[in-house]
């Protein structure tokens, strides 16, 4: 079983940045697409982004459109996501996921990420 590893979360500040990475533990592992998603105290997980492994088609959440980035970096195996302009309603666990053609089946631990007001 194909396990993610996220980092790069931590505490912010309402307005800053942050940007969180995500590799596969195993060596052989293969996607159409990754994403990102998050799950906030008492509320269901949610999509935030996600990026087409070999094209690099962004996708993102209304909620995060224009403050955060996803990348890949297909040599190195692994993606990225920038997150700008922080807010509070960040605030989440946030998990990397792999997706192939028949659904997300791939996920990380997650990685705290939050942002102080």
């Known amino acids: 079983q194909v396990r993610l590893v996220e980092s790069g979360g931590g505490l912010v500040q309402a307005g800053g940045s942050l940007r969180l990475s995500c590799a596969p533990s195993?060596?052989?592992?293969?996607?159409?697409?990754m994403g990102w998603f998050r799950q906030a105290p008492g509320k269901e997980r949610e999509f935030v982004a996600s990026?087409?492994?070999?094209?690099?088609?962004?996708h993102y959440a209304d909620s995060v459109k224009g403050r955060f980035t996803i990348s890949r970096d297909r040599v190195k195996n692994a993606l990225y996501l920038q997150m700008t302009s922080l807010n509070p309603e960040d605030t989440a666990v946030y998990y990397c996921?792999?997706?192939?053609?028949?659904?997300?089946?791939?996920w990380g631990q997650g990685t705290q990420v939050t942002v102080s007001s």
């Open positions: 996921a792999g997706q192939t053609n028949i659904a997300w089946q791939y």
């Open positions: 195993a060596r052989t592992f293969s996607r159409s697409a």
């Open positions: 990026i087409t492994w070999v094209v690099g088609t962004p």
